[in-house]
Nanobody
Framework: QVQLVESGGGLVQAGGSLRLSCAASGSIFRVNTMGWYRQAPGKQRELVAAVTSGGRINYADSVKGRFTISRDNAKKTVYLEMNSLKPEDTAVYYC??????????????WGQGTQVTVSS
């Protein structure tokens, strides 16, 4: 059973920082792209940042220069360092991974979500 387990959300004041982590576990043959999405109340889920297995990174314009995504391939873990947080960053953040379990085709997996709340 493949799982994505997130940690690191919480409440922070504007201008503060948080670090999210997401570890993939289970019988995994290959992990391709890993990333973070977020969904604020009443809004659609949106891409925050993603990193391919080769290290190519993509950021949403709204977080460029403030957020940094990284991954540890040996640990099958992706991180999101969030600095200079703004109230508009408040959302549930979801880990996302395109990965291939042993004996199966590659598929998209989601974490359970972690709440990030930025107070003004």
């Amino acid at each position: 059973q493949v799982q994505l387990v997130e940690s690191g959300g919480g409440l922070v004041q504007a201008g503060g920082s948080l670090r999210l982590s997401c570890a993939a576990s289970g019988s995994i043959f290959r992990v391709n792209t890993m990333g973070w999405y977020r969904q604020a109340p009443g809004k659609q889920r949106e891409l925050v940042a993603a990193v391919t297995s080769g290290g190519r990174i993509n950021y949403a314009d709204s977080v460029k220069g403030r957020f940094t995504i990284s991954r540890d391939n040996a640990k099958k873990t992706v991180y999101l360092e969030m600095n200079s947080l703004k109230p508009e960053d408040t959302a549930v953040y979801y880990c996302n991974a395109d990965l291939q379990p042993y004996g199966s085709l590659a598929n998209e997996y989601w974490g359970q979500g972690t709440q990030v709340t930025v107070s003004s």
